[in-house]
């Protein structure tokens, strides 16, 4: 019976706290002209004062067999709170994927988005509740360059 | 029948001041000519500025200095002396010098008025060929205005530099008219052809006419396609568009389209429905069953048998095309597409069922927000 209302109570924990999490979208979702031109945008869910959210993003890539790392700058959205657009800076060459890493009141939020020839490629992405490990953007860049997720 | 041109008819045919007779065959003669038709513009164009010339009104001073003149006109010869004392612009030159200084005034007043209205020129730069700028032919660089005309053959390209804030490629066999150049409205109509649009701008203040409705730039990138009737497609490589037709008999009817979709237009009935470039074949080819016969409602056997091909055949993606088709199906119908994108995508909070269906455009609107997420 005790372990019943523990699991119950445990159950309900999860169900009523929203899990701060990643949602990608094409540069129209943020309805502002200024990231038209933008790789894609994302907002975060789950977090009740987005405005104090630490978002980061590098851009990871494979080029002639070298593993390379591009530092990012994460664009906010002012009309918006909570989204933000990712422009690219990485170059044409190789083959790229975005690591997302993000910390709301101590949750975590992480996601690889692979960058495929005409954009990112949403159905590949994958989303995590903390960043994404080495192996884990290995594994995506692996597919990618296989042309798995092109 | 005229085998002359008819430029001197022009003006007096616009004012409707010709007989039927004459009107008749000035008509027939620009359904032939389109020089005529250019000049017809040009004239058309010029008599609209003058409407939009403030009156001024003249100092008491120059109708006193008329009045003596006239006197001086019906006068008997006099002597010297007495001429010289009674003609007051001969021993006052100041009163010329008034009169000058005033009609330069108007003049100049007159100038700047019509230059504002019609904005600035921008250069053009051709590609190819050798097209045609207000009737005469580029050969490097040249400038277009408000009211002029850019046209390119088959073997001709250009390029339009709109203000500052972007650019206009010109297709062969394109005929383009500049409608507006001023800095909070760059305004082009597109009579035939196709053009590469690349705007950085903030949006709705580029827009390009056609016999379909207006592309009005939300910041984007595109190409726009129209045959002569003013059926054409609209494609969007960047950013997003909206096309916005004033219906006659209809209610009004909006496209967004965002990069990777594109938009079917007609004259007769508007913008069609947008879908994203990859989406099945066969929900393309229903979509075309759609609007261009039926005007878009009232769908016949046939194109009900479409849209259960449109929604079967749907992805999460599709969503665009399934949240434009909610306004422009008949209720029954409505339901099945709401039905459908609800099974795709989970509805957000705020958006019912109920004010769905009865197209509140707060709930569309806010449907629209979240939709655009999956687009």
Request: net charge positive; proline share 4%; hydrophobic share 45%.
């Given at each position: 019976m005790l372990r019943l209302c523990i699991a119950v109570?445990?159950?309900?924990?999860?169900?009523?706290?929203?899990?701060?999490?990643?949602?990608?979208?094409?540069?129209?979702?943020?309805?502002?002209?200024?990231?038209?031109?933008?790789?894609?945008?994302?907002?975060?869910?789950?977090?009740?004062?987005?405005?104090?959210?630490?978002?980061?993003?590098?851009?990871?890539?494979?080029?002639?067999?070298?593993?390379?790392?591009?530092?990012l700058k994460v664009t906010a959205v002012a009309s918006k709170p909570g989204v933000y657009a990712v422009f690219q800076a990485w170059p044409a060459e190789g083959d790229w994927v975005v690591s997302l890493k993000g910390a709301c009141a101590g949750a975590n939020?992480?996601?690889?988005?692979?960058?495929?020839a005409k954009g990112f490629v949403r159905e590949s992405s994958k989303f995590f509740p903390r960043p994404a490990t080495d192996s884990e953007i290995d594994a995506a860049l692996k597919a990618l360059a296989q042309g798995e997720n092109k | 029948m005229f085998t002359r041109h008819v430029w001197r008819q022009l003006a007096a045919h616009i004012d409707g001041e010709?007989?039927?007779?004459?009107?008749?065959?000035?008509?027939?003669?620009?359904?032939?000519?389109?020089?005529?038709?250019?000049?017809?513009?040009?004239?058309?164009?010029g008599m609209e500025m003058l409407d939009h010339l403030p009156p001024v009104e003249p100092p008491d001073a120059i109708w006193t200095s008329i009045e003596s003149a006239l006197q001086e006109h019906r006068r008997p010869k006099r002597s010297?002396?007495?001429?010289?004392?009674?003609?007051?612009?001969?021993?006052?030159?100041?009163?010329?010098a008034f009169a000058a200084t005033?009609?330069?005034?108007?003049?100049?007043?007159?100038?700047?008025?019509?230059?504002?209205h019609a904005g600035t020129r921008w250069d053009v730069v051709r590609i190819?060929?050798?097209?045609?700028?207000?009737?005469?032919?580029?050969?490097?660089?040249?400038?277009?205005?408000?009211?002029?005309w850019i046209e390119t053959d088959s073997g001709s390209r250009a390029t339009v530099k709109v203000g500052e804030i972007g650019s206009v490629e010109v297709e062969p066999n394109t005929r383009l008219r500049v409608v507006t150049a001023r800095p909070g409205e760059h305004r082009l109509a597109l009579a035939r052809g196709e053009i590469r649009a690349k705007i950085s701008a903030p949006p709705r203040l580029f827009f390009v006419d056609t016999a379909s409705g207006t592309a009005v730039d939300l910041g984007c990138e595109y190409t726009l396609d129209a045959d002569k009737d003013g059926s054409g497609l609209l494609r969007v490589t960047k950013g997003w568009v909206s096309f916005q037709w004033k219906g006659t008999g209809w209610k009004d009817l909006e496209s967004l389209v965002p990069a990777g979709a594109s938009c079917r237009l007609h004259p007769s009935v508007g913008p069609g429905i947008p879908y994203f470039d990859d989406a099945p074949e066969s929900l393309k080819q229903a979509l075309d069953a759609f609007s261009f016969e039926r005007a878009g409602f009232g769908f016949d056997k046939a194109a009900y048998g479409a849209l259960d091909v449109v929604l079967a055949e749907a992805r999460v993606r599709d969503t665009l095309t399934l949240w434009h088709l909610l306004?422009?199906?008949?209720?029954?119908?409505?339901?099945?597409?709401?039905?459908?994108?609800?099974?795709l995508t989970p509805v957000p909070q705020g958006v019912s069922r109920e004010q769905a269906l009865k197209l509140d455009p707060e709930t569309l609107r806010r449907w629209k927000d979240e939709l655009a997420w999956t687009w």
């Open positions: 109570c445990v159950f309900a924990a999860f169900a009523l706290g929203q899990e701060f999490k990643f949602t990608i979208g094409s540069p129209v979702a943020s309805q502002d002209f200024q990231m038209k031109s933008a790789a894609f945008v994302f907002r975060t869910e789950g977090c009740a004062e987005p405005a104090k959210s630490q978002i980061g993003a590098t851009a990871e890539g494979l080029v002639k067999g070298a593993r390379r790392s591009v530092a939020a992480g996601a690889v988005i692979p960058i495929g | 010709l007989s039927p007779q004459k009107a008749g065959q000035v008509e027939r003669h620009e359904a032939q000519c389109a020089e005529c038709r250019a000049e017809r513009e040009q004239i058309g164009f010297a002396a007495w001429r010289l004392e009674s003609r007051p612009f001969e021993s006052n030159p100041w009163r010329w005033f009609v330069l005034a108007v003049a100049g007043a007159a100038y700047w008025t019509l230059a504002r190819d060929g050798a097209p045609v700028v207000n009737q005469k032919a580029i050969r490097g660089e040249g400038r277009i205005g408000a009211g002029e306004s422009r199906v008949q209720n029954e119908d409505r339901a099945r597409v709401y039905d459908r994108i609800a099974s």
